[in-house]
């Protein structure tokens, strides 16, 4: 499962890692349903919207969606067997500090947090858009990142976080084996193929 923010990149990143054509698109809210795909093994790839803000909607329809995805990560907490948080790294900490001033927590944060606490496990990250910032700024993105999912203990969750530029084809290879051997160790011989 692969979740996260409005334009985060998710439907961009399953098309990079199955050959799939999902539609992708440069404003807020492009894919509007929980989208399932069958793959190898019986297993299901589900592309869901993204949780926040859309752009071109209604407030009301907004909302709806929103809720759709609480829903579908409660009450599908037994059958997912990987998820993965897509974020834009390239702004985290501006985007959170923004929230900050509101009286808001980042949804990034809150998502890896709730997702770690529904599923007992820590979720695989791509902190993708790496190529829409200079090194130091990512480099820093991806310490406060760390440092507020893992309540200042980056070490624990280093390895599950992997930057990567979808655009600019950068650091997809690591992502990629990562969500493989994961899911090869739980029995799944060829599991991000297709089915037709
Ligand atoms: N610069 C840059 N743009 C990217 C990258 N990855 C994706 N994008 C662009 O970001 C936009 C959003 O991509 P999508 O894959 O539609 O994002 P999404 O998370 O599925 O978005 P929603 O369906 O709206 O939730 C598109 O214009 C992509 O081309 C990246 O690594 N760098
Ligand atoms: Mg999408």
């Not at 509007?32 to 803000?53: E, H, I, M, Q, T």
């Not at 990250?125 to 990142?145: G, M, P, S, T």
């Not at 440092?147 to 070490?155: E, Y």
Request: hydrophobic share 40%; proline share 3%; aromatic share 6%.
């Amino acid at each position: 499962m692969f979740t996260g923010r409005p334009n985060a990149g998710k439907s961009s990143l399953i098309n990079q890692l199955t050959g799939l054509n999902l539609i992708t698109g440069k404003h807020a809210g492009t894919t509007r349903k929980v989208s399932y795909y069958r793959l190898n093994d019986g297993l299901v790839l589900v592309d869901l919207p993204g949780l926040g803000k859309m752009t071109g909607v209604s407030k009301k329809y907004e909302e709806k969606v929103n809720r759709r995805i609480i829903h579908f990560l409660k009450d599908n907490k037994e059958n997912i067997i990987l998820a993965v948080l897509v974020l834009d790294i390239s702004t985290f900490m501006e985007v959170t500090w923004r929230l900050e001033k509101k009286g808001f927590m980042s949804v990034d944060v809150e998502m890896a947090k709730f997702l770690t606490d529904k599923l007992g496990e820590f979720p695989l990250v791509a902190a993708n858009k790496i190529d829409k910032a200079n090194k130091k700024e990512i480099e820093a993105n991806l310490q406060d990142f760390m440092n507020r999912i893992s309540d200042c203990d980056p070490k624990e969750v280093q390895d599950r976080v992997f930057p990567i530029s979808i655009k600019k084809g950068k650091g997809l290879g690591e992502l990629k084996t990562a969500i493989h051997s994961i899911l090869v160790d739980m029995g799944y011989k060829n599991p991000l193929k297709t089915k037709n």
